[in-house]
């Protein structure tokens, strides 16, 4: 299986044997974060720009990490100190950045399809970091790995994604990804933030998250994305996290090795109570800490090799 | 000038006209239509229409040509360049211009201006309210007496319903119709269609109801003051069954759909391509079905172009953020051309929803070929193959979805008021 994609815009246009190949690519990867000089030059003389019009900590952090430990040189644009605020287009951004010659661009956007039109207009490799309510790949690569790795595989696996599906681009991403295995996933939230024909995508739909839970084997929690209007899909926090929040009393309900899954940032006591995302289920920094291993393999199978 | 089209198949569903005849053309008037006309005289232009249809000359009800205050998106010039290059001889622009059309010095101005530089007739519809607030009615019997044909707020509904039932109310005075734009704003928060695509997408969606709650309030409003409302660019199968139901007990109901509403399904804006943004949205494929059988059931009378021009820029940008609208003058006939292949509409159904129900709705004596009619015809060959090419468009506007698609179907030849304004050149 070769890589011979110039950008990852999204897991829709993935297929299983591309997904694989990252993961087990992000296995070779990993081990480099636990020497003691955690640097290998494999993207030396290399170019990675993070272009964020969005907040990240996360993704942007993860980002310029997995370049720098592979020897890429790394700029960060963010929209507070861009031209954006000046009024300069995506477009006319993107082309003054191609003129500078980077390798790739990480991408992150309020509006879907943004990532979509940058790799129109430029030649080094796009990245979608994360596009409105559309993809976040990267972050279903690595809760996939994450997955794999606590679990030992993929397939059978009953997985439930609680929160506010309708404006998640992580949980978009993930049912695509997960779609391409023997998977059984289940949606919950309020019906609010369940966009219509989400069970078109093969995904069941139970409002009720006691029933969503019970003998999963991952449990995905949401937050709600206050920056998409989210807060007005529901009557009130309070009442959100009442219905909604994972508390530890839920996590019986599940298998017992459950583990509990969230892409960042919490909301603390609302859709997860501390004793839930600090317990022993939680594998949340586990998650933060793949991620690395996980953009390390993407920028090395986009930009590390020769052509 | 005197010109003679020879050996066209003449197709007029006014007259039920449907067989190979000679037209005479005196002037700006048809003078005789019969069979083998000879030349009488000198300084007559024949022209050999053998293999080929003549029609009237087709009659859009709903075209944005921006003029006044878009000049660079489109002009009255380029926009009635693109009409005719597409068989309409006819066009009612919308008042969604700067300043908007409400009140008679905006309309004066554009029936001026299209005397001057117009190539095809050029009607205006007058706003509804003053400048499409949806606050006070416009001055609609000024701008009636300077020559609009219609009233209609394009681009939004009429939100206050008791300011909608006055509007249609007073526009009896005048005996021109409403025609609707039917959104329900709070509802249409979006871009593009809410489906299975937006589910894929993730691109803020406007739901099917958005539409047709409008459709039926504005039916129930319109039956109510008994007064005629005609509903633009219908694009769900829930609209086509409200007025298909609605017409049964009502007679004064009309209404179009455009050619990208049965040719383009919601599938299309998975590319993110901006020139597949347009409002209202691309449909399912079910809506698409159920467009095709209202036109094919009488439930829809008319297909318009909604001709959205804008220039490149406001398309060349995020999809959220660029602006909704196809530029359809120069694809819609031949793209609606697919609908008599397909066996949804035969050629004469198909011309009726072009020419003479667009005349009666608006009250125009053309759409029709007779004598002593206007000569407004067009020469069209139906199995024509030709490349959709948006940069060889008259119109400035070259938002397209279609470029690049093989269309079958070709305007050659387009006459108005007996000048020939526009000639293919493989013709």
């Known amino acids: 299986m070769n890589w011979d994609k110039k950008d990852l815009l999204g897991i829709k246009e993935l297929s299983k044997e591309e997904i694989l190949l990252i993961l087990n690519t992000a296995d070779s990867f990993k081990d480099i974060s636990k020497r003691e000089i955690k640097k290998v030059p494999t993207l030396r003389g290399k170019t990675v720009i993070t272009l964020f019009y969005e907040p990240s900590t996360r993704t942007r952090t993860s980002f310029e990490i997995a370049a720098k430990r592979l020897s890429a040189d790394t700029i960060n644009i963010s929209a507070s100190t861009s031209s954006y605020v000046k009024g300069e287009t995506l477009k006319d951004t993107a082309k003054n950045l191609e003129s500078m010659k980077p390798d790739a661009i990480i991408i992150r956007h309020s509006m879907p399809g943004a990532p979509h039109m940058l790799s129109k207009i430029v030649d080094s490799s796009v990245i979608n970091g994360g596009d409105g309510a559309h993809e976040h790949p990267t972050q279903a690569l690595l809760d996939l790995y994450t997955m794999r790795e606590k679990k030992g595989k993929i397939d059978g696996l009953k997985i439930a994604i609680i929160g506010d599906i309708a404006h998640s681009r992580v949980a978009r991403s993930n049912i695509f990804a997960l779609k391409h295995f023997n998977t059984e996933i289940i949606c919950s939230g309020p019906p609010t933030m369940i966009p219509p024909y989400l069970d078109s995508l093969g995904v069941r739909v139970e409002y009720d998250m006691n029933k969503a839970i019970t003998n999963a084997d991952v449990i995905m929690m949401l937050r709600i994305q206050k920056e998409r209007g989210g807060i007005s899909y529901i009557p009130s926090i309070k009442e959100y996290s009442t219905i909604y929040g994972l508390k530890k009393e839920h996590v019986k309900k599940a298998k017992k090795d459950v583990i509990i899954m969230h892409p960042g940032p919490m909301n603390r006591g609302v859709e997860i109570t501390d004793e839930v995302a600090d317990g022993p289920y939680s594998v949340i920094l586990d998650q933060v800490e793949n991620g690395v291993a996980v953009r390390m393999a993407i920028l090395y199978l986009l930009i590390g090799r020769e052509a | ?427």
């Not at chain 2, 009615?137 to 219609?150: D, N, R, T």
């Not at chain 2, 467009?291 to 940008?317: M, Y």
């Open chain 2, 1 to 427: 000038m005197k010109i003679l089209i020879k050996n066209g198949r003449i197709i007029d569903p006014r007259h039920g006209i449907d067989e190979k005849l000679d037209i005479y053309i005196n002037g700006n008037i048809i003078e005789r239509i019969d069979k083998h006309i000879g030349e009488k005289g000198g300084n007559v232009r024949v022209i050999d229409a053998s293999r080929h249809i003549v029609s009237p000359g087709l009659i859009d009800v709903h075209t944005h040509l921006r003029e006044p205050g878009y000049e660079y998106k489109e002009t009255i010039k380029t926009g009635t360049m693109a009409a005719a290059k597409g068989g309409f001889t006819t066009v009612v622009c919308m008042a969604n211009t700067d300043p908007v059309n409400d009140n008679k010095s905006v309309t004066e101005f554009i029936v001026k201006q299209s005397k001057l530089e117009g190539v095809c007739r050029v009607f205006p519809c007058g706003a509804i309210t003053k400048g499409l607030k949806g606050e006070e009615l416009s001055e609609m019997g000024e701008m009636y007496e300077a020559g609009i044909v219609a009233i209609s707020d394009d681009g939004k509904s009429v939100k206050n319903a008791e300011l909608l039932r006055k509007a249609l109310e007073y526009a009896r005075l005048f005996a021109i119709p409403a025609i609707s734009h039917c959104e329900d704003e709070d509802l249409s928060k979006g871009y593009v269609h809410e489906g299975h695509a937006s589910l894929l997408s993730g691109l803020e969606a406007i739901p099917s109801i958005a539409e047709e709650i409008i459709v039926k309030r504005d039916i129930t409003i319109a039956e109510y003051v008994g007064s005629p409302i005609h509903l633009t660019h219908i694009s769900t199968g829930g609209s086509v069954e409200a007025i298909n139901k609605a017409k049964k007990q009502y007679r004064k109901i009309t209404c179009d759909t455009c050619p990208h509403y049965f040719t383009l399904t919601d599938e299309a804006t998975l590319t993110f391509d901006t020139n597949t943004k347009v409002n209202p949205p691309l449909r399912s494929k079910e809506d698409v079905a159920a467009i095709k059988e209202g036109l094919r059931n009488n439930t829809i009378d008319i297909i318009a172009t909604d001709h959205a021009p804008h220039d490149f820029t406001s398309k060349d940008v995020e999809f959220n953020i660029a602006t909704y609208g196809i530029s359809g003058l120069e694809t819609a006939f031949a793209l609606s051309l697919s609908l008599v292949r397909e066996g949804v509409l035969t050629l004469n159904e198909l011309l009726k929803r072009f020419t003479v129900n667009p005349a009666k709705l608006l009250n125009l004596p053309y759409g029709e070929l007779a004598p002593g009619k206007a000569a407004d015809l067009i020469i069209f060959n139906p199995d024509k193959e030709w490349i959709v090419d948006k940069d060889k468009f008259q119109s400035k506007g070259k938002n397209t979805p279609f470029h690049g698609w093989k269309l079958k179907g070709k305007n050659l030849l387009t006459i108005v008021d007996g000048n020939i304004v526009y000639r293919d050149n493989t013709f």
